[in-house]
T-cell receptor
Framework: DAGVIQSPRHEVTEMGQEVTLRCKPI?????LFWYRQTMMRGLELLIY????????DSGMPEDRFSAKMPNASFSTLKIQPSEPRDSAVYFC??????????????FGPGTRLTVT | QKEVEQNSGPLSVPEGAIASLNCTYS??????FFWYRQYSGKSPELIMF????GDKEDGRFTAQLNKASQYVSLLIRDSQPSDSATYLC???????????FGAGTRLFVKA
C-alpha cells in the first residue's frame, strides 16, 4: 500500500489566494483526519470524517476553512482567502476506526503551506 | 488547562540510559492512549498504544497508564541517538473518535 498520499507537498501562495490541499487515504480506511501543525500551537485537529461524513469540525479555525470528502478515497481542505497566519504544515491521516476504542492513525507526508 | 499536557523539553539523556516521557490528560472518560514519534520534518508515526491500566512493553519501549491519576508515560530503555525526536502523547476522547495530541516532548540522546 502506498500509504496516505497528500498533494501538493509544498505550496507557496500570496495572501488572499485560494489554496486547496488534497488527500487520498489508505484504501479500506473509514476515517480521515485533517491536522495543522505549527511550532506555536503544535498538532491541532481541524476536522475528521467517518464514512465520508464530517463528524466534528470544531477545530476549523474560521469560515475561511472548508473540507469535503466526496468519496472514500479523496478529501480536500480549502482555505479561501488565505492569510499569512495560515502558514503551517497540514497533515492528513486515516484509520479504520471502531466505536469503542481508539485506533492507530496513519499520517501522510504533509503539505507545507507558506502564505506571503 | 490543556486537554493533554506534556513537558516540551528538551529532554537530554546519554546513550544507553532510560528516557522517561510523561503526559497528563483532562478527560477522565478517555479510553485510548497513544505515543507517536516525529522526526524533524517528517510526519508522526505510532510507536505504542495502551488501553488498560498498568504497563505494556514492546521491545525497548514501555507504556504505562494510570487512569486514576490521568497519567500516561513512555519509557525508552537503552536509548540510542536514533531515538532523538519529538514524542507526541495522544488521547482519544470519550466516544472514541476525536484524538487530542499533546504539544510533544523533544528528546535528545547524546552519543
Amino acid at each position: 500500500d502506498a500509504g496516505v498520499i497528500q498533494s501538493p507537498r509544498h505550496e507557496v501562495t500570496e495572501m488572499g489566494q485560494e489554496v486547496t490541499l488534497r488527500c487520498k487515504p489508505i484504501s479500506g480506511h473509514n476515517s480521515l483526519f485533517w491536522y495543522r501543525q505549527t511550532m506555536m500551537r503544535g498538532l491541532e485537529l481541524l476536522i475528521y470524517f467517518n464514512n465520508n461524513v464530517p463528524i466534528d469540525d470544531s477545530g476549523m479555525p474560521e469560515d475561511r476553512f472548508s473540507a469535503k470528502m466526496p468519496n472514500a478515497s479523496f478529501s480536500t481542505l480549502k482555505i479561501q482567502p488565505s492569510e499569512p497566519r495560515d502558514s503551517a504544515v497540514y497533515f492528513c491521516a486515516s484509520t479504520l476506526a471502531f466505536q469503542v476504542l481508539g485506533y492507530e492513525q496513519y499520517f501522510g507526508p504533509g503539505t507545507r503551506l507558506t502564505v506571503t | 488547562q490543556k486537554e493533554v499536557e506534556q513537558n516540551s523539553g528538551p529532554l537530554s539523556v546519554p546513550e544507553g540510559a532510560i528516557a522517561s516521557l510523561n503526559c497528563t490528560y483532562s478527560d477522565r472518560g478517555s479510553q485510548s492512549f497513544f505515543w507517536y514519534r516525529q522526526y524533524s520534518g517528517k510526519s508522526p508515526e505510532l510507536i505504542m498504544f495502551i488501553y488498560s491500566n498498568g504497563d505494556k512493553e514492546d521491545g525497548r519501549f514501555t507504556a504505562q497508564l494510570n487512569k486514576a491519576s490521568q497519567y500516561v508515560s513512555l519509557l525508552i530503555r537503552d536509548s540510542q541517538p536514533s531515538d532523538s525526536a519529538t514524542y507526541l502523547c495522544a488521547v482519544v476522547n470519550t466516544g472514541g473518535f476525536k484524538t487530542i495530541f499533546g504539544a510533544g516532548t523533544r528528546l535528545f540522546v547524546k552519543a
